[in-house]
């Protein structure tokens, strides 16, 4: 939930909401064309359309951080805590660091599905560990196959590779040389800590709140009997009571 100092910013709330699975469709169409540049490696006219599509694609981020900066109330604090947000909208316009661009796909992705697999610990786990693998392999493949003396020459190396950093095996055979390449390895080291942390996390909140449907079922249900039992200590109250009030009535008087 978005709040504020002063509280909840309602209108934020609406508009970070609904433009949730847009903004997870537009991130998925950016992963689908980013797919195609570095997989299939098109033709520079091609490829230059791919990249203006991204580019407009990538303005939509930055049209929804704007939006939700012009919401934010109180607006000063919510920029200052939401620097790294501006960061990564902003930074990816830059074509060197245009990687940062898949740490907001993710984010979106994650924002938009968290709410309807919570609880589901190992669909959560396995679509959030390949999506993050898939698109670590398609960054380091970008920045490292056209480097002399770097090991990382195909999507198949790419892909062992990152396999291997996410589940801190490293074993070394494979190891960007570039410093783009480095940073997408140290990207996904923390991504795949972090994975780990919303995973417990998920799970614990999951566990939680099942334990606190029980209890309220539980004291719903010893209400109920509760009352019951009540209405039957009246009913056989009142029928003593007419029982005595008849046997009164029934002896003579002297």
Request: proline fraction near 5%; aromatic fraction near 8%.
């Amino acid at each position: 939930m978005t709040t504020t100092s002063h509280g909840p910013n309602p209108r934020l709330e609406q508009w970070e909401k609904r433009t949730e699975w847009p903004l997870a469709s537009v991130a998925l169409i950016f992963l689908i064309t980013y797919s195609v540049q570095v997989l299939a490696r098109p033709p520079h006219r091609v490829d230059s359309v791919l990249e203006t599509l991204n580019t407009v694609l990538w303005a939509l981020f930055l049209v929804h951080y704007l939006v939700r900066l012009a919401l934010a109330r109180p607006r000063g604090r919510w920029f200052l805590w939401h620097l790294p947000d501006l960061a990564i909208v902003a930074l990816p316009f830059l074509r060197p660091l245009r990687l940062l661009r898949l740490v907001v796909l993710i984010t979106a992705m994650h924002r938009a599905a968290g709410d309807v697999i919570r609880g589901k610990v190992a669909i959560y786990t396995a679509s959030g560990s390949l999506l993050l693998i898939y698109v670590a392999s398609l960054a380091v493949l970008d920045a490292e196959r056209d480097e002399p003396g770097s090991a990382i020459t195909s999507f198949g190396k790419a892909l062992w590779w990152s396999i291997t950093t996410v589940t801190t095996v490293g074993y070394g055979d494979l190891a960007p040389v570039t410093p783009t390449g480095r940073v997408v390895a140290a990207l996904l080291m923390i991504g795949g800590i972090s994975l780990l942390g919303v995973v417990t996390a998920t799970l614990a909140s999951w566990i939680v709140q099942r334990v606190a449907e029980e209890d309220t079922a539980n004291q719903t249900a010893t209400a109920a009997q509760i009352e019951s039992l009540r209405a039957e200590i009246r009913h056989l109250t009142e029928a003593q009571e007419r029982h005595n009030r008849e046997c009164r009535s029934a002896t003579p008087a002297d």
